[in-house]
Structures are given as structure tokens and as C-alpha cells.
């Protein structure tokens, strides 16, 4: 059956450049320019697809955006597959390779086309009424139904392409570069503006583009030809960039919009490598003109949705502009004079018209005329009531509409064709215009919505603003362009223009048959399959509201998102309940306007950009040493070190005994720090940390709990007063950038009258912590000059040295409960130092240790870890940290919460030791912690935080937070695991060197 | 996504920013003398106004700075820009 | 009974075309005065007229809706239902939801297709692993169906899931809650407002309140677009909209209305037959019965009623997705939108008196209310019909912002949705 129905050249097209393709497994040949729609039109292929619900078959129906029906996965089982992707936007390139979708096994012969013949038993929500019984069966309905549900198919391999973001700043942002964004444009540029014009299609023109006929024309000259020289004339301006095959997604407030520009779909795929896809721009337009122009309305009738039903005007841009007929014995079928426009392009082409069915009683125009001229039957005052054909229309039976439209009455009459185009006039694109949070306006005369209220710096302008003639089109936009962007003088004021238009137009939404209601298919939402009984269905069971009809029949929520049956959809509401056109509502529209990729979205942030990487200045030395790494934050820590066949347990084992028994060395780099001066600096600390600051004296150091203004511990760590009015404080690494936004906050707003400056320095030091009985030889042979005389550098005190000729900081401090020292250096002398110190260290077993062996030692000491010891529900007297907790200071952050009637309860959760009766048990981390095993429910009284085998004591220890602990020392309890109870006793959380005596030991 | 004009900085994209949420509520200066009710209204009861509200907002990847805006909340519409310490516009 | 609805009756009605089926609900004009009024027509709203209904006896009640029922965070959320919550009064709260959601499509004879395919959360991080493992032990000792899965379990379980251990944040396990799953939201409204309508209850649509009338400490009535209506109990369930109601007596509440904002794809074929959510690549993914993806977000830190969020969200969001799923890289984006949730600072609800006789506030369900509907209209018009609250919602008061004692979910870095 495959006929070529291309008869002419058209400018698009490039004739000379023929492409194959496959669709359904079969080669077809198109041009370049061609759209996969007309290229398949011009074979002669109209089936498509299937629909959602009852898998009808279906055929192409518009030439853009709109089209519900005709929608293909591309390139399937193939790494650049993509479902749902709408024929008629698709330009085709040699190689493309398109399939039906929603069929099994094939397009031709579709199992679920049962669907069709059960249809009467699914009407709209049918769901919501059945598929209950027996109770607990519908997840095995639901595996069938999710089955038949979907389009196409997910890809099921990572995506090839890559994507980006750009940014673009511009004065004027115009959508749409038909002729009212042209001429927008070209007064925008010309005035000096800043200009950018998108258009989703690959040239610029619109519609006008094609509009050939002598019925149109502009100062004297064919519209085409008349605008081809204003596109050409604006290509040339220095103000303006155009970009095509750019859609806009969103409008978002502020003038915010997205476009996506599409850059290789439209390439064979081996030009493609290493190319960008898509591009979305980010743009922020001081204004924003939308020039989305319309799209053609469908008619509502039985059986309007066989295969070789498309609108009017797709047809005659399918002859005008690709040189394809959609048939060859055509009948249209219309509301208004733009079907006429189209059978005019026909006869001109030679093309059989057989007939136009006009709902109007009266046509009298320049172009109805010229078709009356052709011999062409113009049946006025008729409607379509039935069309014929399974997957392809072969013929229609039209009746006589009563005076009132709501029946037909007469004779039927039987026509054949082989092709069917609808026009129900227009519908302004409004999409983008409410997406921004515009009103609409609802004009009765030819019913439709039209900007009302702009919530922006924003114009409509053209047919999107319910200008449907060039005549009002070129008259309006020139005149509202003038005062929107303040300009004076333009060229422009002296078109004359010639149009064969009359406006007039009989809107019925929904249009009588001869049969009752209930025995008609009239698809309202061709993609949904629901029809026009479906929404009155809604409406008799309670249903009002637009959004309620649109939910409960699922109009307007297919990938077209309604662009064609919305409207109707509202008219027959208010039809039915016999209110006012906008009084339920006009549906939302949300972004996006077509369907945006994931991955244009996403843009370059993906794989290893997914996130920065913050390496502390030594992170190289970690990886030639065989680190494991841990994610702290965007921070990457070393864990531990295995040598050759250890695995973790091993290591960790190893370094922690290392570290006590001999030196160990930890890259300390990722702790926040902050650079706090000022004559306040000590009244702040004061205010900030629940302990007092006052006294510190200069060269020493002090740990520090900071809480929130509830009272839970927040973040801690130590921190060193420098001089006078100097601090550098410490905070956890994860805590960083929240501590000094914290404190930031409070200076700025509750304490401005401090003298206090912060700063963040922690990437501008790295830190090594040296530590273990052998640390002061190793530091000091690092550090030759400095004298580490514990008379001279006790514990918890810091000096100022030079390693060389580099300036440092060394704090004797520590978090393992071992002698201990801390080097601070400009970072990127960070690895010389560190090697420095392996280097002294040699002789005495240095060990290097990571986070897992930090946190061994520390909860052997009984130090918390802030954020795993702690949830945002531990007070300082929680932690049995009472001692940190002035008594004399008037205020801190939090302290006015430490005594509410639920935080002074004594039988909160506290922490505690925990041993195990088997020493050898190691308890696990999150595991519940219980008294008696037998209540029910039973009563967990808290859970285990921390929980190592401690090399050092040779046992299992733990830290928990248990309701009450404080006073249950010695007391048994039970971790009740999944498969066996752990019997535990409370222990006090210091299991090692409670006395403190290894922070000065020798060895 | 909406612009701010940071009274430092300039107009800016509001991802540059943090919200500090409703302004004008002052920390006690004597926590100790307040009721448990007193102190939970400092701490968590708001407004949370429909409508213009005042608000605090900080350029945390800016200038660091805090400050106050006027918005209105159902429309997201930004009706003045004022510094800390500043008297709020009158609506 | 109204006509029931079933496999027969739908036949039955084919031969009639469709033609005589009764309305799911009336539309009344409102009386003069009821024994309660709910304000708000949500799920949470609707399904306390229910309770109050059938298990209370309060028969002359009215539900106020501002718009349209189910219009709000009902009919925007990503349709979440799980319980495996980490303290004891939230697991106890939601599990009961979860039990009444079991068999709620019988009780209402409406199919609000509760869908058990299990809720997936995954750790990314040392510090998830614990919270989830501790979440887990909680969740076994309170009876809920939670087990932990390591990396390889969690693959099989879900086998498109990017576990390779060489990604940023790589899957370093996660839990698993088999009864958990989804359900069609809508559904849940109108299955409600049927219910209710049938007992006698008044849904009235479009009558926003614009005052609470109050004699002392006592309330009256509400002012609203259709008159004056008197009553003694007032039950407001206006989610985002609370702190508008509150402030109409004086109150304030501890809450933010934050926008909160969710996608779906186009739809597709089965792909991914359960429901993941991570925290720390924040990202959460279903898949519904018509095939599109569903994809949630996160709140902006902004207090906003516009119903609108900002695409740094969705952006952040549609990142986390291409990490965790990089073969979803060429799907696209069908339709997203944003709803206004009501935030508690300890992410928890609010069920509870207040201050003034006869008024109660069910609020604060932040980005994850949904799922608690059923369980959530069962206590509050406990609470209502009692004046006192039961013992699963004792927990939810507002004067646990007073006392300190918080149900602390989000600190607890349980997922908040």
C-alpha cells in the first residue's frame, strides 16, 4: 500500500538530500527537513499508534507539539531509546529507527484492543468501583493493570549524551518567532534592546511561513514573501540572537524562564559523539513577550479519532510546507473559514477536496467563494455524526444540525474519503502566559481564553493573545509593542493588509449525533481515551469542580497535557451544568510545556560532578597508602590503612593499638575552623559555649559544647585564644558551614553590638595530629626549635613555631586520651609536613590512622562523637557532661532550655557505658537497649550509639543513651538482636585512663 | 526563583540566599525570668503570615550579611529590602 | 446503601449507559448550625467527618472546604505510606494508619488501591547506616515489618538502582518496609467524602472561612463566604493553611507553610515496582499505575502560599534521581507542581486542643501527612468527640512545645516524607 504522496517541492525540504529510515521494521524514505510525520504521510502511513485505554488505533492528527496521538519510541533496545516521542516534532536523519508503542504484537494487530470491545463496562473511574473484591487481591489486579498502563518503554541503559546549562541575561526575551515575534523582534533590536527570540521549530516564520495564498497578503506582496524578507532582514541585526529548535519549558515568577535548545536530535547518530544534546538555558528576561501563537481546536463527534482524522490546518501544513498530501480524496469538516484556507492550498496543488461540512448555516467569505469557484460541495448547517474504518477513515456520515445545534435532524448522509480534517477554530497558547501566574479572560463571541492580568513585566502578543487574522495580528502587535518597550518611531506603521478572513464561527463543544449519548465514542482526550460521556459522567456523580472532572476522566493529563481537548472539556461542563465558561475553572497548567529530559535538566551535574569533592591537602599521601575513604560531608576522610591482606577489623585493630602503644598520626584537616577576633571575642565565646571564656588565659586551649536555643547539643570542639582578641575555634567537620552561620546570625542580628569578626579558615590549614607516647620525640624532632617541656607546653595549651621558615600552630590537645599534638600549616605545605612526620617517626612505629581508629580510641576515653553520641534530643546533662554547664554565667544559646519541665526530668535518656558479659560480643551500632524482654509492648529504654573491640582493653565496650542511666550503673540490661538476646552492663562511659595519666606519660 | 535585592550586593538569584524565617522577634534578654510558655513563644510559635511578612534573610553565598524583607507570601512578590536595626516599611 | 459499587454493578449500569449512577456526594448549601465543624476538605478533613460519623455518632456535622475537595496536599503528595517511623508514639501513630489503610477500600467500597509494593530507604553514609539500623530494631520492637538490607539485597530487591560503590555517594544499604507501598490519592478524598456524605455529613465546597466567631473562651461559630455558621466544636485540618485559621483567634501555632514540590515522567511501562526514598541523595521514586515516574522534592527554606517552588529544587532533585538511576536520563519530565506543607520544628504532627474551648487543630504534618490520613481522622475525631485525645495521639499536643518534650523525627534523621 505504499503510495508517495509527495508531489511538489517544498522550500523546507532539501531534495537533493534523501534520507531512509525504518519504522515498525520496514524502510521508508523522507527528505531532509522532513518531520518523521510527513515523512510517513508522504508514504502513505497513517496508523501509528495505539491509545492508552482502549488501544484504538490511531494516526497522526496535528503537525507540532499538540499531538496526542502519534507518539513513537525511538531507537529502541538501544542506549539512546526514548519513549513517547511525538512524530510530528522529530526531524528525521538517516539511520532513525522508530517503532508503534502500547501494541502487542504489533500496531496492525493489537491483543488489547479488547479493551475497545469491554469499553462499555470501563467507563471513566471504573477503577474507583471495582477490582475490592477479595479483600487483599487488588496488587495482583494491579500487576495486569500497570501492564497494559504505560507508553513506551524506559530506557534501560545509561544515557550516551551529554547535556548543559547556560545562563542568559537579555532585555527582551520573545517566544515564538511567527510573524507577531518577528516583527516583535525587529522593533526590540532596532530600539537597542538586548534581544532573544527562541522558536521551537527548525525556521522562522510560523505559519506565515506557508501562507502562499493570494487571499493573504501584505503591503501588496504574498504574506510568505513578505515576511521572508523581515526573517532575513532580522537575521542581520547586531542586538538579536535567534535561536531555533528552542523550546520553552517554564515561565516562572520574576521572569524567570527554561528553554531547552536542542542541538543533535536532528543528526544522524554517528555525528553525534561527544556533541551536546540539549542545552538549557536559564534565562532572566527584564521583559518577556510570548508570541506562542494558537492551536487549531478538534470537533467533538462519534468515532473522531480513526487514523487519517487530523486538523485542518496540520493538513494544509503538511501540503504547504513539506509537500505531502494526507490523502487523496479529502473531506473537511469545520466551524469556521480556516478549513477553507486549507481546501484552497489543496485545489491549488491539484489535490481532491470532496467536500467541506460547515456547522454554519451561513459562509460567505472571499475564500468561501473561491472554494464554491472549485465546484467544491459545501454542506452548511451539517455535522459529521459517525466516521467509518478501523485503521484508516474510509468514510462519514453527516446529518442536519437543528437551529439550536443541540440535534441533528433530516436525512443521513453517507460520504467516502480517505482523509478527514476538523476545525473548530482557535485556541490562544496560553500555556506559558499562566504558568507565570497570569489571568485569563474568557471572550465570548468566539470562545476562548485571553491574557487578562500580566503578574509580570510581560506582553502577549499575536494569536496567543486572541489575534487571529494577519490584519489584527500585524495591527495589534505593532501598536501594543510601541508602548510596551516605549518606543517611538518603527517602520511598521504603514502595512497594508489584505485578508479573505471572516470571523465568523458556530462553536458547539460538543456536537449532536444521532444516537444517544451512551452508544458514542467522542474523545474529548484522544491520548486518555476519554470522552465527552466520560465528563458527563463525572458531572452526574458529583464531580464539578474542572479539576475533580479532569482527575476523575483523566482529560488532559496524557503527554499532550490537553493542549486539544481542554477546552472542550470546560465547554461541555459548563454546558452541562449549565453555568458560565471559566465559572469551575480553567484547568492549571504546569511546567513544563513539552515534556523536558531528565538529563536536560540535570546538565553537566551528573557522575563525578554530581557533587564536589573536598580532599584535604594530604589526600594524595592517603591514596598512595592504600586508604580506604570515608564520606564525611562532601568530605573525603581516611578511614584506615590496610596492609596487604588486613581487612578493616584488622587495621583498625592494629592502629588503635599502635596509637597507644607507640605514636599514631591522623590527618585532622577536614575540622571546621573559624577565625574569631575582636574586643568581644571572649564575651561571645562566652554567650556561644555553655562553659565560661573569660578566664582563659592567652596560649591555652579549651573544649567547648555548643547547644541550640532548645537546649540539645549542637556541635563541639576545641577552641584556642591566640591572643587577647583572637580565637580559633574548632568544629566538628561535618558541623562547619551550619556553626558559622549559626554564629553569624546571632552577631548579626542579636548581638550587634560586639565587636567580633568571623572568619572561615578551614580550608586554609591543614592540621596533623600526632599522638601516642612516642608523639613529643616525633614533634619535636619535626620541630627542633620549640621547647615541648610539659613545664613548657603542658596539656591543653598552644605555641606559635616555625617549621623551616613557615610559620604554625601547635596545640597540645586530645581527642584519643593520649599525649598529643597538633600542627597547624598553611595547607600547602600540609603533605611536606605530614611526610615530615612519618619520616621522625619512623624509629618509633608511627601509624598512620583514619576516622574508624579515631573513633575506637575516643570512645574508649568516653568522648562523644556530636551526631552519632547525640541526636538533636541530648542535653549537656544528658551526656553526664554536667560539668560543662556554667552555673555562675546569666545566658547562653540554649540555656533557658535546659529548664523546661520535660529537660530537668532525671529519667531522660542518658549516656552511659555499656559492657557486654561476653567480652568478645561487639554490640551493634543502632541496636535497641531493653530491661525486660517478656513485656509487651515491650518498653525500649534507649540505644546503642558507639560500639568497638577495643584492642587496648581487649574487649567489647560501647557507649549507649539508656532512659535513666545515670543511675543504673551495674545494672543488667538486654539487646534483644533478631536471632538472641545480649545480656549488658552499665558501665561509666571512661573505660580507659579515667585519671588522665597517659596525656603526660613517657615512655 | 525569585531576585533579591541584597541591600550590599545588588540584585541576586534567591538560591544565593538562606531564609531566616519570620523578623522582629527579638531573643529575651533575660531568658531565666520567662515562663516555660513565655519561652516556647520566643522559641517556636509564629505567625506564619499569609500575606506580606517580614522576614529575615541572609546572602550565605554572598556577602554573608543578614537582613529583613517585606514579602508577601502568597505571591512570593518582594515589596522592600531593609537593613538589621531598620524600622520595618510601613505595609 | 447508595448503589454499591462492584464488577456487577458496574455491568448493571452498562446496559443503562452509565446513566443512573448517583452522585458520590451531595453539594449542600450549609445549615444554620452543626454539632462540629471541620474546616478543611482534605483527606485528613474528610476522613474525621467519617469517624465522627461512624464511630461518634455525631451525625449533623459539616465539612467547610475552601475550594474543591481533595484539591490541596491530598491531591499533591507522592502518594507515600509507611510507619516505620523511629519513636515510639510516631511508629505507634502511623502504624495504626497503616492498619486502617489494610482494609480501606473494603470499609469505604471505594479502591483507593493501597498498594503494598514496600518502601525503600537507603544510607549513603557511616551515619545513615546507624540510623537505619537503629530505626530498624526499633521498628522490629514495636511490631513494625522493617528489615535492614546490605548493598547486594538492596539491588536484587530493586535491581535499577545504580549500587555501583564507585559513585559519590554510594548505596551502603538500606531497610526495607514490605507493607509499606502507595495508593491512589484522590481516591482517599472522594472514597471519604462518599462515606461521610452517606452518614448524613455536609460537604460543603467552596465556603471558605473567614472568621472564628469565639464568646470567651469558648467558640461559636465560623464566619464564612457563605454566612454564619454556629457551632461548639470546631476541628481545623487546613494543613498549610492553619497558622491563616489560627491567627483568626489570636493563636499562634509552632508551624511554617514551606513550599514543597513533586514530578511526574511520562508515563511507561513498568520499570520500578516498589517505592525508594534516600535522605542524603535526596530523592524519592515510585512508579504509579499509569506508568509515570513519581518524584518528590524537597521544601524550600522559605515560608510561601503560592504554590510555588523553585527550580533550584527540582533541578537538586532530578540530579539526586540521575545518580541513583542513570538510565532515566532520557525520560522526561511530564508535569510538576508544588503544595504548601505545614512544618512542625520537630516534624511532627500536631493532634490536639487548644487553648480555646471547643477548638482543635490536627496540623503540622510537614511533607509526610498523607500517608497518616485514615489514622489521622480516627483520632482526631476522638479527639474531638472526647475533648480529650486518645492515648496513640496523647504524644502530638501542642504543649510538647511548651514542656520540651518533642517527638523528634528529623533529628532522629529518619526521612521526613
Redesign the interface.
Known amino acids: 500500500m505504499s503510495k508517495n504522496l509527495r508531489f511538489k517541492s517544498s522550500k523546507l525540504l532539501d531534495e537533493t538530500y534523501r534520507i531512509s529510515f525504518k519504522f515498525n521494521n520496514k524502510i521508508y524514505y523522507g527528505y531532509k527537513g522532513d518531520t518523521l510525520a510527513s515523512a510517513l504521510l508522504a508514504n502513505d502511513v497513517h496508523l501509528v499508534g495505539r491509545s492508552f485505554k482502549y488501544h484504538r488505533p490511531r494516526g497522526i492528527m496535528t503537525a507540532g507539539s499538540e499531538e496526542p496521538n502519534a507518539i513513537i519510541q525511538l531507537h529502541d533496545n538501544t542506549s539512546r531509546t526514548e519513549p513517547n516521542v511525538r512524530a510530528t516534532e522529530i526531524e528525521i536523519y538517516e539511520g532513525l529507527v522508530a517503532s508503534s508503542q502500547n501494541c502487542w504484537p504489533s500496531v496492525n494487530f493489537d491483543i488489547g484492543g479488547i479493551n475497545n470491545i469491554l469499553s462499555p463496562v470501563l467507563p471513566a473511574g471504573f477503577y474507583y468501583k471495582t477490582f475490592m473484591w477479595p479483600k487483599n487481591f487488588w496488587e495482583k489486579y494491579e500487576y495486569f493493570i500497570r501492564k497494559s498502563a504505560g507508553l513506551g518503554k524506559s530506557p534501560k541503559e545509561a544515557d550516551p549524551d551529554i547535556y548543559e546549562h547556560k545562563y542568559i541575561h537579555c532585555d527582551v526575551l520573545i517566544i515564538g518567532a511567527g510573524i507577531s515575534g518577528v516583527i516583535a523582534a525587529k522593533m526590540a533590536a532596532k530600539n537597542g534592546l538586548k534581544t532573544l527570540l527562541v522558536d521551537e521549530k527548525s525556521f522562522l516564520g510560523g505559519s506565515t511561513t506557508y501562507d502562499n495564498s493570494e487571499f493573504s497578503k501584505i503591503n501588496n506582496q504574498i504574506a510568505s514573501s513578505w515576511l521572508e524578507k523581515e526573517v532575513n532582514e532580522i537575521s542581520k541585526l547586531e542586538n538579536l540572537e535567534i535561536k531555533t529548535r528552542t523550546s520553552v519549558a517554564a515561565f516562572h515568577g520574576y521572569n524567570f524562564l527554561l528553554a531547552r535548545e536542542n542541538l543533535t536530535d536532528h543528526l544522524p547518530i554517528n555525528q553525534r559523539k561527544n556533541k551536546i544534546r540539549h542545552r538549557l538555558l536559564k534565562i532572566r528576561a527584564k521583559k518577556v513577550i510570548s508570541a506562542t501563537g494558537a492551536i487549531e481546536r478538534p470537533l467533538i463527534f462519534d468515532n473522531n479519532d480513526r487514523p487519517g482524522i487530523l486538523l485542518s490546518s496540520a493538513i494544509k501544513k503538511y501540503i504547504d510546507l513539506y509537500g505531502v498530501a494526507c490523502g487523496e480524496n479529502i473531506i473537511l469538516f469545520t466551524n469556521n473559514d480556516t478549513a477553507y484556507e486549507t481546501a484552497i492550498s489543496m485545489t491549488q496543488r491539484g489535490i481532491k477536496v470532496n467536500a467541506i461540512i460547515d456547522n454554519r448555516e451561513q459562509v460567505d467569505s472571499k475564500l468561501s467563494y473561491e472554494v464554491e469557484k472549485n465546484n467544491i460541495r459545501i454542506f452548511k448547517g451539517y455535522t459529521v455524526v459517525d466516521t467509518y474504518g478501523y485503521k484508516r477513515i474510509n468514510g462519514l456520515s453527516i446529518m442536519k444540525l437543528s437551529k439550536d445545534g443541540q440535534k441533528v435532524i433530516g436525512e443521513k448522509i453517507k460520504l467516502s474519503c480517505d482523509s478527514l480534517g476538523v476545525s473548530g477554530g482557535w485556541t490562544p497558547s496560553v500555556h506559558l502566559f499562566t504558568q507565570s501566574g497570569g489571568k485569563l479572560k474568557f471572550r465570548e463571541e468566539d470562545q476562548v481564553f485571553i491574557p487578562s492580568k500580566y503578574p509580570s513585566d510581560q506582553l502577549c502578543i499575536g494569536s496567543c493573545n486572541g489575534d487571529f487574522t494577519i490584519e489584527e495580528i500585524t495591527a495589534n502587535t505593532i501598536l501594543s509593542i510601541k508602548k510596551f518597550l516605549n518606543i517611538k518611531n518603527t517602520n511598521y506603521k504603514t502595512l497594508e493588509i489584505m485578508t479573505g478572513i471572516n470571523k465568523s464561527k458556530r462553536n458547539i463543544w460538543l456536537l449532536p449525533s444521532d444516537k444517544i449519548l451512551g452508544k458514542t465514542k467522542s474523545f474529548v482526550d484522544y491520548q486518555n481515551d476519554a470522552t465527552a460521556k466520560d465528563i458527563k459522567l463525572a458531572l452526574r456523580e458529583g464531580f464539578r469542580s474542572i479539576e475533580h472532572v479532569k482527575r476523575y476522566t483523566t482529560t488532559g493529563m496524557g503527554t499532550d497535557q490537553g493542549k486539544l481537548g481542554n477546552m472542550h472539556a470546560l465547554g461541555i461542563i459548563s454546558e452541562t451544568a449549565g453555568t458560565k465558561m471559566g465559572e469551575h475553572g480553567t484547568t492549571t497548567f504546569r511546567p513544563p510545556y513539552t515534556p523536558l529530559t531528565f538529563g536536560t535538566i540535570v546538565g553537566r551535574n551528573v557522575g563525578k560532578f554530581f557533587d564536589i569533592i573536598r580532599r584535604t591537602p594530604i589526600h594524595d599521601w592517603h591514596v598512595i597508602n592504600n586508604a580506604k575513604f570515608e564520606n564525611v560531608g562532601q568530605w573525603k576522610r581516611a578511614w584506615y590503612y590496610p596492609k596487604e591482606n588486613e581487612n578493616m577489623h584488622q587495621a583498625v585493630q592494629r592502629e588503635s593499638k599502635a596509637a597507644r602503644d607507640c605514636a599514631g598520626i591522623l590527618d585532622a584537616s577536614t575540622l571546621g575552623k573559624i577565625d574569631i577576633q575582636g574586643t568581644d571575642a571572649s564575651e561571645f565565646l562566652n554567650r556561644v559555649y555553655t562553659n565560661a571564656w573569660s578566664k582563659l588565659a592567652i596560649g591555652k586551649c579549651r573544649y567547648g559544647l555548643m547547644l541550640n536555643e532548645d537546649g540539645m547539643v549542637y556541635d563541639d570542639g576545641v577552641t584556642t585564644r591566640l591572643d587577647e582578641n583572637h580565637y580559633i575555634m574548632t568544629t566538628t567537620t561535618g558541623g562547619a558551614a551550619n556553626v558559622l552561620g549559626k554564629l553569624e546570625d546571632y552577631l548579626q542580628t542579636e548581638w550587634p553590638e560586639l565587636d567580633v569578626y568571623l572568619s572561615s579558615v578551614t580550608d586554609h590549614y591543614a592540621t596533623i595530629s600526632v599522638c601516642g607516647p612516642h608523639s613529643k620525640k616525633i614533634v619535636s624532632k619535626v620541630i627542633p626549635n620549640l621547647d615541648f617541656s610539659d613545664e613548657k607546653f603542658p596539656h591543653m595549651s598552644f605555641k606559635n613555631a616555625k617549621i623551616g621558615e613557615i610559620k604554625c600552630r601547635v596545640m597540645r590537645i586530645s581527642f584519643t586520651g593520649e599525649q598529643s599534638y597538633e600542627i597547624n600549616i598553611q595547607s600547602n605545605y600540609g603533605k611536606s609536613v605530614w611526610e615530615k612526620c612519618m619520616e621522625a617517626g619512623k624509629n618509633f612505629d608511627i601509624t598512620p590512622y583514619g576516622t574508624e581508629t579515631m573513633h575506637l580510641l575516643r570512645a574508649e576515653k568516653g568522648f562523644i562523637i556530636v551526631g552519632q553520641d547525640t541526636d538533636a534530643t541530648m542535653t549537656p546533662i544528658d551526656l553526664q557532661m554536667d560539668w560543662i554547664v556554667s552555673k555562675k554565667k546569666y545566658d547562653f544559646i540554649g540555656k533557658r532550655s535546659l529548664y523546661r519541665s520535660d529537660t530537668i526530668k532525671e529519667d531522660r535518656k542518658q549516656l552511659v557505658g555499656l559492657l557486654t558479659e561476653n567480652p568478645e560480643e561487639v554490640l551493634e551500632e543502632g541496636a535497641q537497649i531493653v530491661t525486660d524482654i517478656k513485656k509487651s509492648p515491650i518498653e525500649m529504654l534507649g540505644h546503642v550509639t558507639s560500639s568497638y573491640y577495643s584492642p587496648n582493653l581487649n574487649k567489647s565496650i560501647a557507649l549507649g543513651v539508656v532512659k535513666g542511666g545515670k543511675k543504673m550503673l551495674g545494672q543488667k540490661l538486654i539487646i534483644p538482636m533478631e536471632n538472641k538476646n545480649i545480656n549488658v552492663t552499665v558501665a561509666d562511659p571512661v573505660f580507659l585512663d579515667k585519671e588522665g595519666k597517659r596525656l603526660n606519660a613517657k615512655l | 526563583m525569585f531576585l533579591i535585592n541584597c541591600p550590599f550586593c545588588g540584585e541576586r538569584e534567591q538560591s544565593e540566599f538562606k531564609a531566616g524565617g519570620e523578623a522582629h522577634i527579638e531573643r529575651p534578654k533575660q531568658p531565666t525570668e520567662l515562663s516555660d510558655d513565655e519561652w516556647a513563644e520566643f522559641l517556636f510559635m509564629r505567625k506564619n503570615i499569609k500575606g506580606v511578612q517580614f522576614e529575615r534573610w541572609n546572602h550565605a553565598h554572598g556577602c554573608r550579611k543578614w537582613f529583613n524583607i517585606a514579602r508577601d507570601t502568597s505571591n512570593d512578590q518582594i515589596k522592600a529590602v531593609y537593613k538589621m536595626g531598620e524600622k520595618p516599611p510601613v505595609k | 446503601m447508595k448503589n454499591k459499587?462492584?464488577?456487577f454493578?458496574?455491568?448493571k449500569?452498562?446496559f443503562?449507559?452509565?446513566?443512573n449512577?448517583?452522585?458520590?456526594?451531595?453539594?449542600p448549601e450549609p445549615k444554620k448550625q452543626y454539632d462540629a465543624i471541620i474546616v478543611g476538605g482534605g483527606g485528613h478533613g474528610l476522613a474525621t467527618a467519617y469517624y465522627l460519623a461512624k464511630k461518634h455518632n455525631m451525625k449533623n456535622i459539616a465539612v467547610v472546604e475552601k475550594?474543591?475537595i481533595?484539591?490541596g496536599n491530598t491531591?499533591r503528595n507522592t502518594t507515600i505510606i509507611r510507619s516505620n517511623y523511629l519513636w515510639?508514639a510516631s511508629a505507634s501513630l502511623y502504624d495504626h494508619a497503616l492498619k486502617i489503610w489494610?482494609?480501606l477500600?473494603?470499609e469505604l467500597?471505594?479502591?483507593v488501591?493501597?498498594?503494598?509494593?514496600g518502601v525503600m530507604n537507603l544510607a549513603?553514609?557511616?551515619?545513615d547506616?546507624?540510623?537505619?539500623?537503629?530505626?530498624?530494631?526499633?521498628n522490629?520492637?514495636?511490631?513494625i515489618d522493617a528489615v535492614y538490607l546490605n548493598t547486594e539485597e538492596v539491588k536484587k530487591f530493586c535491581p535499577i538502582i545504580n549500587t555501583s560503590q564507585d559513585?559519590?555517594?554510594p548505596v551502603l544499604g538500606g531497610t526495607l518496609q514490605r507493607r509499606a507501598g502507595t495508593a491512589?490519592h484522590?481516591?482517599v478524598a472522594?472514597?471519604y467524602a462518599r462515606g461521610a456524605d452517606e452518614m448524613g455529613v455536609d460537604i460543603i465546597?467552596n465556603c471558605e472561612v473567614k472568621g472564628i466567631k469565639r464568646n470567651g473562651d469558648k467558640v461559636e461559630g465560623i464566619e464564612t463566604t457563605k454566612g454564619f455558621i454556629k457551632t461548639k466544636k470546631i476541628g481545623v485540618v487546613a494543613a498549610g493553611?492553619s497558622?491563616?485559621i489560627a491567627?483568626m483567634v489570636g493563636l499562634?501555632?509552632?508551624?511554617?507553610?514551606k513550599p514543597l514540590q513533586a514530578l511526574v515522567?511520562?508515563?511507561?511501562?513498568?520499570?520500578i515496582?516498589t517505592v525508594v526514598m534516600s535522605n542524603a541523595v535526596h530523592a524519592y521514586v515510585s512508579?504509579s499505575?499509569?506508568?509515570e515516574l513519581v518524584i518528590g522534592a524537597g521544601t524550600?527554606?522559605?515560608?510561601?502560599?503560592?504554590q510555588?517552588g523553585?527550580?533550584?529544587i527540582?533541578?537538586g532533585t532530578?540530579?539526586a534521581?540521575?545518580?541513583l538511576y542513570?538510565?532515566?536520563?532520557?525520560?522526561?519530565?511530564?508535569?510538576?507542581?508544588g503544595g504548601i506543607v505545614?512544618i512542625c520544628?520537630d516534624a511532627s504532627p500536631i493532634i490536639s486542643k487548644t487553648s480555646v474551648k471547643g477548638l482543635y487543630f490536627n496540623c503540622g504534618w510537614g511533607t509526610g501527612g498523607f500517608k497518616a490520613t485514615p489514622g489521622s481522622g480516627d483520632l482526631f475525631a476522638h479527639t474531638i468527640a472526647n475533648d480529650e485525645p486518645h492515648k496513640l495521639n496523647a504524644a502530638f499536643n501542642l504543649n510538647?512545645?511548651?514542656?520540651?518534650?518533642?517527638v523528634?523525627e528529623?533529628?532522629?534523621?529518619a526521612v521526613a516524607h
Do not use: C
Request: proline share 4%; charged share 30%.
Open positions: 459499587y462492584s464488577i454493578s458496574l455491568i449500569n452498562a443503562s449507559y452509565h446513566e449512577w448517583e452522585k458520590a456526594w451531595k453539594d475550594g474543591w481533595g484539591g491531591g515510639d489494610e482494609g477500600s473494603q467500597n471505594y479502591n488501591m493501597f498498594s503494598q509494593r549513603h553514609n557511616l551515619q547506616v546507624r540510623d537505619l539500623k537503629r530505626r530498624t530494631h526499633a522490629r520492637l514495636n511490631g559513585i559519590r555517594y491512589r484522590d481516591a472522594w472514597g465546597q493553611h497558622s491563616v491567627n499562634k501555632l509552632p508551624l511554617e507553610s515522567s511520562e508515563p511507561v511501562k513498568p520499570i515496582d512508579q499505575d499509569k506508568g524550600d527554606d522559605y515560608i510561601s502560599y503560592s510555588k523553585s527550580h533550584d527540582v533541578e532530578l540530579n534521581i540521575l545518580e542513570p538510565i532515566f536520563s532520557r525520560m522526561r519530565m511530564l508535569r510538576q507542581w505545614d520544628p510538647r512545645f511548651v514542656s520540651g518534650d518533642l523528634d528529623h533529628g532522629a534523621a
